[in-house]
């Protein structure tokens, strides 16, 4: 299944690299030269190359230091600690921690960039598709690109609070693009997502890694989810509705080997609703550096010859694990020990080389001798030593790879897991502790997990934490859960309005439509 995913996402990506690099300013959203872009819109058969673009700014959402940072490295889940002279790079990780960030800071405006070019690339996209006459193939094409304009504006939307916006067919950019409040935007979703619904493919009827019908359901249950977060009124029944038609489709199915899915080769699991795919085998750019930002330096991992020591989770969150009973599942596993010496999951303790040597850190106790490699869970965020936090391999690349900044790893954006526990909380808040029990548990069924006899909303939290570790998903819980702002892991209790990102300097300063977020 990977050469059928990249014969659709990327065949014709690099004949038209020029392609729609967007954002704000109306230098950045011209599209493409005039011969180009009249080749292009004179062949039906090019048709992939106009919805590709849109697809290929996924693979720069999962970056550590933007989309997939911001989601992780402002939560309990993920930390980047200054250790000696690595990993200040001016505060801007202990920003991340310590909620203190600003509108020059560098992950934030990386982050708009990204989502504001995606949602340009799928405007660019539609506007020339519906150039070439209707077919049911350019009509599926043009279907997909709305639902990736609506994951992109529901990414702004709940990052910031405000999202510029552009029709399809507007191409007068010396006027810059009206702004949507937050919910303005929430209200388009809806709209946007209940219309294209009906239009879009099942999982049978489309390759793999394409946009189907239930990754928009799903993305309307995840708009219905936070609707109480963006507009003030809570909407449990929808988001059940919607996960409903989801896991009642059949066509997604808990899988029963967890790790599993977080191998190289990864394609088809029965998990998978809307994936960002990628192969090792082409330099594609944009994320996947999952061991290269945490492992320490004396570690090996196949060819990885680049281990920068850096991201671990924190305290807080280790401790959340501390009376599970899902150590033999979620917490390790140890299928890629033999050729890498690690487990996968969290790594605490000594870590060892392949050939089972005790590994040391670079630096050396008071006798002058060498301090062991043992991860431990107490972490100083302004001032740790090599060794401190327990650190994590979700994603597990290919050892013997050649390109070590481009792991081969499909991420998942969603998948049916997280669906049942979307719904599992819905029915909590309705009311209904045994239904949400039940979606609970058939997960922990599949974790080799203890069932729940009884369940709380705080136990729905904790499983998301177990089931959905470093997907991306943390922030959100954190704030519709109402822990964001808490003290944890030396992060002081912070102010609500944190819970948006402040708006870029560089986007304010060339849309006057914009205007800061309160706080900042």
């Known amino acids: 299944m990977k050469i059928l995913k990249f014969r659709f996402i990327y065949k014709i990506l690099f004949m038209f690299v020029a392609i729609s690099i967007a954002s704000c300013t109306k230098l950045d959203e011209k599209i493409f030269d005039e011969e180009m872009g009249t080749s292009l819109i004179d062949d039906p058969a090019n048709a992939p190359g106009l919805v590709n673009p849109a697809y290929a700014s996924l ?87 709305r639902f990736l304009k609506a994951y992109y504006v529901y990414l702004c939307n709940d990052f910031y609070g405000q999202t510029p916006y552009r029709t399809w067919d507007e191409t007068d950019y010396s006027t810059p693009p009206i702004v949507l409040s937050r919910e303005e935007a929430t209200q388009w979703l809806f709209t946007e997502l209940k219309e294209i619904i009906p239009l879009m493919k099942t999982k049978s009827e489309l390759p793999y890694g394409r946009a189907t019908k239930a990754a928009a359901q799903t993305l309307l249950a995840k708009v219905y989810l936070n609707q109480e977060v963006y507009i003030g009124t809570a909407a449990w029944s929808d988001v059940i509705t919607q996960c409903d038609a989801v896991i009642n489709s059949s066509d997604y199915t808990i899988a029963p080997d967890y790790w599993a899915q977080f191998q190289y080769d990864n394609p088809d699991v029965q998990e998978a609703i809307f994936t960002f795919i990628r192969n090792d085998n082409y330099d594609l750019g944009g994320g996947g550096v999952w061991v290269n930002f945490t492992l320490h330096y004396h570690q090996t991992f196949g060819n990885y010859t680049s281990l920068w020591n850096g991201g671990c989770i924190t305290k807080t969150f280790w401790d959340s694990w501390e009376n599970t009973d899902d150590a033999d599942v979620r917490k390790y596993d140890n299928r890629i020990r033999p050729t890498t010496g690690l487990d996968q999951g969290f790594l605490v303790g000594q870590q060892y080389s392949v050939d089972g040597t005790a590994l040391d850190t670079r630096e050396f106790d008071a006798n002058g001798n060498p301090i062991p490699l043992i991860f431990v869970a107490e972490v100083n965020l302004t001032n740790a030593s090599e060794a401190q936090g327990i650190r994590c391999i979700k994603y597990a690349p290919n050892p013997q790879t050649t390109r070590q900044f481009d792991a081969g790893n499909d991420f998942y954006a969603f998948r049916i897991s997280d669906v049942y526990l979307m719904r599992a909380e819905a029915k909590f808040r309705s009311g209904d502790e045994g239904g949400a029990r039940d979606d609970v548990n058939a997960i922990r069924s599949k974790r080799n997990a203890t069932p729940r006899a009884a369940l709380t909303l705080d136990e729905i939290y904790d499983e998301r934490g177990y089931e959905l570790f470093w997907e991306g998903k943390r922030r959100q819980d954190m704030i519709r859960f109402g822990h964001f702002n808490d003290a944890y892991s030396e992060k002081p209790v912070t102010p609500a309005y944190t819970c948006i990102f402040p708006i870029p300097q560089s986007a304010l300063d060339v849309n006057p439509n914009l205007v800061q977020n309160t706080g900042y």
């Open 59 to 145: 693979r720069n959402l999962n970056e550590f230091w933007g989309t997939w940072g911001l989601q992780e490295a402002t939560t309990d889940e993920a930390m980047f600690p200054t250790r000696g002279t690595d990993w200040y790079d001016n505060g801007i990780w202990q920003q991340d921690h310590l909620h203190t960030w600003s509108a020059d800071h560098g992950h934030v405006s990386g982050a708009w960039n990204v989502i504001l070019q995606g949602i340009s690339r799928a405007n660019t996209g539609i506007y020339y598709l519906k150039e070439f006459p209707s077919t049911t193939e350019i009509d599926g094409y043009i279907v997909e690109l």
